[in-house]
């Protein structure tokens, strides 16, 4: 039961962010223009990969030159191609957005979520680590997703089980994410980051899974990214880490 309230709890957290910014409507603007760059990159590399699929399916399978039905094998293969890159667009958004927009969101989580004995860092000083937390994020999403990807073709299981599994695995690690700035201004480390929300799995659950389904809707992640980065930096402040000594775990 305990359980439920927490995941009821992380929704509602996500849209505490969106209450925020549409109070704030100078910063959710302010937040929306690393999310439109991202965006920008993400469809210009779909338009390519999809005007390219069926060339880039012949290219995979030369094996099937001589099958009867090669062109039919290929157009399927080149659509299965064309939805893992959305696929991958989607679980990827956030970390691109966020490598982008660094300096605009750690202003956006600083004005959510004040700590004046914080020591701020330089943008460039962090995003290398940034970056590294990032591909190794990516990694294990890739470790979950991908088994999730090839049972999705198994009967029944491949159309109940997987997309809940799916939303569950990518809501977390979405929620990884989202909580990185907020985290590492209270001086935590990756380690130390995954641990406290492992701690409280049904509210970063219920944060990242809403969070995963709007990202779903194609511009719906672009004017939601602000508000989610807003609605992360109150999940930590007022459920997570309420009484956090930012300097307790300084990050090496």
């Known amino acids: ?140 999403v890739l470790l979950f997703t991908i088994p999730l990807f090839f049972l999705g073709f198994v009967p029944v299981v491949g159309q109940t089980v997987v997309p809940v599994l799916g939303a569950l695995v990518s809501g977390f690690f979405l929620t990884v994410e989202l909580t990185t700035l907020v985290l590492e201004r209270r001086g935590m480390a990756r380690k130390q980051r995954f641990a406290l929300l492992r701690a409280d799995k049904a509210s970063a659950l219920g944060f990242g899974v809403v969070g995963f389904l709007l990202f779903l809707v194609p511009f719906v992640a672009v004017i939601a990214m602000p508000a989610a980065v807003a609605g992360a930096a109150l999940l930590v402040r007022t459920h997570l880490t309420p009484t956090h000594n930012p300097h307790s775990h300084p990050i090496p």
């Open 1 to 140: 039961m305990r359980s439920l309230r927490d995941f009821t709890s992380g929704v509602g957290f996500f849209f505490q962010g969106l209450g925020w910014v549409a109070r704030h409507g100078r910063w959710w603007l302010f937040g929306l223009i690393p999310a439109l760059i991202a965006f920008a990159v993400y469809v210009a590399a779909l338009i390519l990969l999809g005007t390219h699929a069926t060339d880039l399916a012949a290219f995979l399978t030369p094996f099937a030159e001589s099958w009867g039905w090669r062109d039919l094998f290929r157009t399927m293969v080149g659509i299965l191609l064309f939805l893992g890159g959305l696929a991958l667009a989607v679980l990827t958004f956030t970390a691109l957005t966020l490598a982008i927009g660094e300096p605009f969101y750690e202003r956006l989580s600083a004005e959510v979520d004040p700590l004046p004995d914080a020591e701020e860092q330089p943008w460039w000083r962090t995003l290398p680590r940034s970056l590294r937390d990032s591909l190794i994020t990516l990694f294990y």
